[in-house]
């Protein structure tokens, strides 16, 4: 078992939480969580661009002029590639960029990923983040006692309508429910400000039992 500290949301240590090595104790498998990052980016492409060759660009069925003696290039329809309003070369069409990953997969990158976090000193362990009211100066007050001032990854469970209030305005933040972290957010992310409530339920979802 791994020992974790907790902090309030002043900074101040408050206790501690055992964590299970399945989860958070694992080697850092580059190749995989890059692979399982790469097709995290591709799945969000949406392939929908698309743009019309020659043969479906309207008009230009008939040959312009003859073929010979006008002292002009030879040209066989105005919807060409190089004539104004012509089709484009190698036209853009929809497309999946979709790629496939098992659970298995994407699994181990989380946990391999949470580790890496977790042995670099990144991840660090709230009781909770309730806020009185829903403003953004309230959660920036709790960023600046931990001395937070670049991207950081806030790990939640359930709905927080005051704190997603709060940090809509803050764009180094990126607020996330337990059940939907996912490898790509860890990584891109400087620190993870992680719930003790959203800990257990990671421990949960990720560990031995499930």
Request: hydrophobic share 40%; with cysteine; charged share 25%.
């Amino acid at each position: 078992m791994i020992s974790l500290k907790v902090y309030d949301k002043t900074a101040k240590e408050i206790g501690s939480i055992e964590v299970s090595e399945s989860v958070f104790g694992n080697e850092y498998n580059e190749a995989l969580i890059h692979q399982v990052v790469v097709a995290q980016l591709a799945n969000r492409r949406q392939g929908t661009k698309s743009a019309l060759t020659r043969t479906e660009v309207r008009g230009g069925g008939r040959k312009p002029w003859r073929q010979k003696g006008t002292g002009q290039a030879r040209q066989g329809s105005t919807r060409a590639p190089q004539w104004i309003k012509g089709g484009v070369v190698f036209a853009p069409k929809p497309r999946d960029f979709s790629q496939k990953v098992n659970k298995t997969m994407r699994r181990e990158a989380i946990k391999s990923a949470l580790s890496e976090k977790l042995a670099c000193g990144e991840i660090i362990v709230v009781d909770n983040l309730e806020l009185a009211a829903a403003k953004t100066k309230e959660f920036v007050a709790i960023l600046n006692a931990f001395g937070l001032d670049n991207r950081t990854l806030v790990v939640t469970t359930g709905e927080n309508v005051a704190l997603q209030r709060a940090t809509n305005n803050i764009p180094t933040v990126t607020l996330q429910d337990s059940a939907l972290i996912n490898v790509y957010d860890i990584v891109v992310n400087h620190k993870c400000l992680i719930t003790k409530a959203a800990i257990e339920a990671i421990e949960k979802a990720y560990g031995e039992e499930a």
